[in-house]
Nanobody, 124 residues
Framework: QVQLVESGGGLVQAGASLRLSCAAS????????MGWFRQAPGKEREFVAA????????IYADSVKGRFTISRDNAKNTVTLQMNSLKPEDTAVYYC?????????????????WGQGTQVTVSS
């Protein structure tokens, strides 16, 4: 079992930056691929970014490519999503997810563990 806790959300203006963190506990963090997803009001949850177990492979949704950066620190059991040049359409609840694997996944159903989410609101 892996427990995930997100933090770092908030209310910002368009163009600002936010840094989300996801703290993991319960199992060997370095065995897990990690992903960030988001869900806007009235919409389905969508993929944002993913990183493999050693942080070598990263994948981004086209909508955030060039603005968001996913990284991990296996010594601290954390994965981070640095979000720059935020837009109102980035407003959503952001979730981190984990799966014990050496691969990197972008589908919601491919992840086994989820955090409770953190709200990000970007005003225009």
């Amino acid at each position: 079992q892996v427990q995930l806790v997100e933090s770092g959300g908030g209310l910002v203006q368009a163009g600002a930056s936010l840094r989300l963190s996801c703290a993991a506990s319960g199992r060997t963090f370095s065995n897990y691929a990690m992903g960030w997803f988001r869900q806007a009001p009235g919409k389905e949850r969508e993929f944002v970014a993913a990183i493999n177990w050693i942080g070598v492979t990263t994948i981004y949704a086209d909508s955030v490519k060039g603005r968001f950066t996913i990284s991990r620190d296996n010594a601290k059991n954390t994965v981070t999503l640095q979000m720059n040049s935020l837009k109102p359409e980035d407003t959503a609840v952001y979730y981190c997810a984990a799966r014990q694997t050496t691969s990197t996944y972008i589908r919601e159903y491919q992840y086994d563990y989820w955090g409770q989410g953190t709200q990000v609101t970007v005003s225009s």
